[in-house]
């Protein structure tokens, strides 16, 4: 297929987990077959930070007006198999305007924030890249949620096929690497500062770490705001690159995964660093939401503390091998259920459905 994506950004991995979730989706469409052109809003923030500014498996079109882009659009529109927009682009509801009316094969929305999108919609109707009205106009309603939310979006927002596609990992990108017998850190966290996290990251690194004066730890992501007291053996690091991810994982006895508010609260949202820190077989510690047991098992592939001294208890009590173990079989839940193959062929399989509606619409028998 010819596939046009419009999306928040794939050159820039700068305090955002979109760009790794394309990339991985594109990756492996690419080498299914598929092109695609990936349209991305010039952002000052994302400019300077371009850690891949021409990824080798999609043209980017990087633009700055909506208008001035317009005609461009159009043009690959008409030669279009399929498009997607996703959530939060800055054009969102222009685009999938200029997406309904044209004569795309296929054409769906990708929410990758898919329980704040349905909280605001539920408040007006009006998103800031999505509106109610534009859902039914839609064939697949793409979510990196889960559960409960998508009957939501079938029966309260008409969606004509609102199907799970989380985010996943390229496997020869992360991956277990050989490290020191000796650890960098006792535990880890990746993640850019959101308020609703803070309050678990206090417990669940900053107590342990108060606890624990020789032990090590680290928070890496950027936007954390200078009165944050940090205790004295946590190390900070602004923004870490996607190429080094592997090695940031395999380089903790324990790497911590804290969710957002809404997704706690709608369940069934894996982030991207919690299959990331999986494939490389780090042992993971993370806050608990509905569906978790879904993607894996709880005390055997991951670890779910109900406050700070569980953690400590994780550092103390638990040699290497007991973790290796953890690593090992989240790793292998990670490689048959959620690489970058798996979901591009998820991907190919709703477009091919929503293809087969269109050509078989349901007949009407009237009395």
Same mark, same amino acid.
Request: net charge negative; proline share 7%; glycine share 6%.
């Given at each position: 297929m010819?596939?046009?994506?419009f999306?928040?950004?794939?050159?820039?991995?700068?305090?955002?987990?979109?760009?790794?979730?394309?990339?991985?989706?594109?990756?492996?469409?690419?080498?299914?077959?598929?092109?695609?052109?990936?349209?991305?809003?010039?952002?000052?923030?994302y400019?300077?930070?371009?850690?891949?500014?021409?990824?080798?498996?999609?043209?980017?079109?990087?633009?700055?007006?909506?208008?001035?882009?317009?005609?461009?659009?159009?043009?690959?529109?008409?030669?279009?198999?399929?498009?997607?927009?996703?959530?939060?682009?800055?054009?969102?509801?222009?685009?999938?305007?200029?997406?309904?009316?044209?004569?795309?094969?296929?054409?769906?929305?990708?929410?990758?924030?898919?329980?704040?999108?349905?909280?605001?919609?539920?408040?007006?109707?009006?998103?800031?890249?999505?509106?109610?009205?534009?859902?039914?106009?839609?064939?697949i309603?793409?979510?990196?949620?889960?559960?409960?939310?998508?009957?939501?979006?079938?029966?309260?927002?008409?969606?004509?096929?609102?199907?799970?596609?989380?985010?996943?990992?390229?496997?020869?990108?992360?991956?277990?690497?050989?490290?020191?017998?000796?650890?960098?850190?006792?535990?880890?966290?990746?993640g850019?500062?959101?308020?609703?996290?803070?309050?678990k990251?206090?417990?669940?690194?900053?107590?342990?770490?108060?606890?624990?004066?020789?032990?090590?730890?680290?928070?890496?992501?950027?936007?954390?705001?200078?009165?944050?007291?940090?205790?004295?053996?946590?190390?900070?690091?602004?923004?870490?690159?996607?190429?080094?991810?592997?090695?940031?994982?395999?380089?903790?006895?324990?790497?911590?995964n804290?969710?957002? !508010?809404?997704?706690?609260?709608?369940?069934y949202s894996?982030?991207? $660093?919690? @299959? =990331?820190? #999986? /494939?490389?077989? &780090?042992?993971i510690?993370?806050?608990?939401?509905?569906?978790?047991?879904?993607?894996?098992?709880?005390?055997?592939?991951?670890?779910?503390?109900?406050?700070?001294?569980?953690?400590?208890?994780?550092?103390?009590?638990?040699?290497?091998?007991?973790?290796?173990?953890?690593?090992?079989?989240?790793?292998? !839940?990670?490689?048959?259920?959620?690489?970058?193959?798996?979901?591009? $062929?998820? @991907? =190919?399989? #709703? /477009?091919?459905? &929503?293809?087969?509606?269109?050509?078989?619409?349901?007949?009407?028998?009237?009395?």
């Open positions: 010819k596939i046009v994506i999306g928040l950004s794939i050159t820039s991995s700068w305090g955002n987990g979109h760009a790794t979730t394309f990339r991985s989706l594109c990756n492996a469409l690419h080498r299914r077959g598929h092109t695609i052109v990936f349209f991305e809003r010039d952002q000052e923030w400019r300077a930070n371009r850690d891949l500014p021409e990824p080798p498996y999609c043209r980017i079109e990087i633009f700055q007006d909506w208008k001035r882009v317009l005609p461009h659009v159009r043009a690959y529109l008409r030669e279009a198999d399929m498009a997607v927009v996703g959530s939060y682009f800055h054009d969102g509801i222009a685009a999938l305007g200029e997406v309904i009316e044209s004569n795309v094969g296929v054409k769906a929305f990708y929410d990758i924030d898919t329980p704040i999108t349905i909280r605001r919609l539920q408040a007006s109707g009006v998103g800031d890249y999505l509106l109610a009205r534009q859902i039914p106009e839609l064939d309603y793409f979510s990196f949620t889960g559960g409960p939310l998508l009957d939501e979006l079938r029966t309260e927002f008409g969606a004509v096929s609102a199907v799970p596609l989380y985010c996943s990992v390229d496997p020869e990108k992360h991956r277990g690497i050989a490290v020191p017998a000796d650890f960098k850190w006792d535990l880890s966290y990746m850019t500062y959101a308020p609703d996290r803070q309050a990251l206090e417990d669940f690194l900053c107590r342990p770490a108060r606890q624990l004066p020789d032990g090590r730890f680290i928070v890496a992501g950027p936007q954390y705001p200078p009165s944050i007291s940090w205790p004295a053996n946590v190390e900070r690091m602004m923004h870490l690159s996607p190429r080094y991810h592997a090695d940031f994982y395999c380089s903790s006895r324990l790497t911590l804290v969710t957002r !508010r809404e997704m706690v609260i709608a369940g894996p982030s991207v $660093r919690l @299959f =990331e820190a #999986a /494939a490389c077989g &780090a042992a510690v993370s806050d608990n939401w509905p569906g978790l047991e879904t993607f894996f098992i709880p005390g055997q592939e991951i670890l779910l503390p109900a406050n700070g001294d569980d953690v400590l208890r994780y550092i103390s009590g638990y040699d290497t091998a007991e973790l290796q173990q953890i690593g090992n079989m989240a790793r292998e !839940r990670v490689l048959s259920a959620h690489t970058s193959n798996v979901r591009a $062929r998820e @991907f =190919e399989s #709703a /477009a091919e459905a &929503a293809l087969h509606r269109r050509r078989s619409p349901v007949a009407i028998v009237t009395p």
